[in-house]
């Protein structure tokens, strides 16, 4: 059957437009769907995601659209909403892959409120809320999913969830949240047949670990991580791609390490 706009699955990708957003909306533009491509402010980045996108598209029916919002922000995340069902019809999954670390790293002893509120926002609040959206709008409307399996919902969250930096407290405590989050929407949405999963990346070559390189590179060569190397967007997005292709049908709720095996108990 050829692929129209009409059953070409949308999915919505919260900070796409770099990072591993971006890996994540190239997996799913060779996938053959549609991605509205979430952004907070840098617009270059994400049209370049899109145009990447594009040439990665296996489809005519396929459309990446780049979407600002902040998704700290209430009245942003209804326009994302809002914006995505206007520009596609539709929306199949959500991604709630955006998320920031602290501007300083700061022992928690002496680590800000201020920080601490702006990462709770973003990290956990946000992708929260937006699922709540989301959910509501499946719930009310109960359109048809154009997704083999029905509508899906993914929450990338961080190895940090489990394992503590006592310079990135509010990040740890963030994705320790968001970790519960999963829980509690796989929880709520099961019998609705909306799946959800849970995305644990481990220790990622992106922006946010670009300072610290030097230090993991050390670490990575002593075997910190079993698999010796930097976990890339690509590897999160080839996740991303498999959960939304169907392969986990009877797995909601699944936590899925995408980490080189950090999380082995070893020794």
Not at 129 to 143: C, D, E, I, S
Not at 197 to 225: C, F, H, N, S, W
């Amino acid at each position: 059957m050829t692929a129209t706009p009409e059953t070409t699955p949308v999915i919505l990708v919260t900070g796409a437009g770099r990072g591993l957003g971006r890996g994540i909306a190239l997996q799913l533009a060779e996938q053959g769907h549609s991605v509205a491509i979430n952004y907070a402010g840098n617009r270059a980045a994400a049209e370049e995601t899109a145009e990447l996108c594009r040439k990665a598209a296996v489809s005519p029916a396929q459309r990446f659209v780049p979407v600002q919002a902040d998704i700290s922000s209430a009245v942003d995340r209804q326009r994302l909403l809002d914006e995505t069902l206007a520009a596609f019809g539709r929306v199949d999954a959500l991604v709630n892959n955006a998320g920031v670390a602290p501007k300083v790293r700061a022992d928690i002893t002496e680590a800000s409120v201020e920080s601490f509120e702006e990462i709770i926002r973003t990290n956990l609040q946000g992708p929260y809320f937006l699922t709540q959206l989301v959910a509501r709008h499946w719930l009310g409307a109960k359109p048809s999913p154009a997704l083999k399996g029905g509508f899906k919902i993914i929450f990338v969250t961080s190895i940090s969830a489990d394992t503590a930096s006592i310079a990135r407290g509010d990040y740890c405590i963030s994705k320790a949240g968001l970790a519960m989050a999963a829980q509690l929407w796989a929880t709520r949405l099961a019998a609705e047949g909306i799946q959800v999963v849970e995305l644990r990346p481990g220790i990622m070559a992106t922006d946010m670990t670009t300072g610290v390189k030097g230090k993991y590179d050390a670490l990575l060569a002593q075997g910190l991580v079993p698999q010796m190397r930097w976990g890339t967007p690509e590897d999160v997005g080839l996740a991303v791609r498999s959960v939304l292709a169907g392969h986990f049908p009877f797995s909601t709720g699944a936590v899925i390490p995408v980490d080189g095996g950090f999380n082995l108990r070893r020794l």
